[in-house]
């Protein structure tokens, strides 16, 4: 792979192994200014990578050392997300200028990135996640337009699940019991079930919990038999 290392000096010790990825999108109207602040002392953040709408990989942080990405977030009951993980940027201006559908060549070098990450720290595809998902009150990154299924078709993230879907009927209660067992912090119950469904439901981002979520929910929890998890 062919990656440029940019330095940024905003980053600090781990104090726990790698086990997350976090997926981010920069927010910001070009890349350049992306990149300028991730590097910028003042600004006091940064991520491993970025990786351009050309496809081109920038390190900023090497992956031993704790980039400044997450902020206040947790994940299955990790809440230094900094510590635990390895953060992406993926330029995009994001929604509030101008989110747009990201590229091709883009999200091929995203998926070379990740899978050579989770190779290397054996990263579970269900700790490939958005920003969005370890921070729903705060965070709407990568957004319902970043493809997933990519990801999930090599086996890289969580794929959606469609197939011998049921509704558990949940009471809305039952429903953020079992969010939370999944990984979400449902402490802000409306913004969790918005996480969600960015991440698994994006075409409909209401934050009402119909059958269809329960139904989605309940395949996501359900164990596998190994191998027929496709
Ligand atoms: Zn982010």
Redesign the pocket.
């Known amino acids: 792979m062919n990656i440029i290392d940019t330095p940024s000096p905003n980053f600090d010790a781990r104090s726990l192994p790698v086990s997350i990825i976090?997926l981010?999108?920069t927010?910001m109207q070009t890349a350049q200014a992306a990149i300028d602040r991730l590097r910028d002392p003042e600004a006091k953040v940064s991520a491993h990578y970025l990786v351009a709408e050309d496809g081109q990989i920038l390190r900023m942080v090497a992956e031993d050392q704790r980039a400044w990405?997450a902020g206040k977030s947790r994940w299955r009951g990790i809440e230094d997300v900094n510590s635990a993980s390895i953060g992406i940027?993926i330029v995009n201006p994001g929604h509030e200028f101008g989110y747009r559908p990201f590229m091709e060549e883009q999200i091929d070098a995203v998926v070379r990135l990740v899978a050579d990450i989770t190779e290397r720290h054996r990263i579970t595809r269900g700790n490939v996640v958005g920003?969005s998902d370890i921070a729903p009150t705060r965070?709407q990154?990568?957004g319902e337009l970043f493809p997933w299924s990519r990801l999930a078709k090599v086996r890289l993230a969580l794929p959606r699940p469609t197939k011998g879907l049921m509704d558990p009927m949940w009471t809305d209660a039952g429903f953020l019991v079992a969010l939370e067992r999944f990984g979400y912090d449902v402490t802000d119950k409306l913004a969790a079930v918005v996480a969600f469904q960015r991440r698994f439901r994006p075409e409909l981002i209401d934050g009402v919990i119909d059958g269809e979520c329960r139904s989605i929910l309940l395949a996501l929890l359900l164990p596998k038999p190994t191998g027929d998890d496709g």
């Open positions: 976090v981010h999108y927010g990405h940027e920003h965070k990154d990568p």
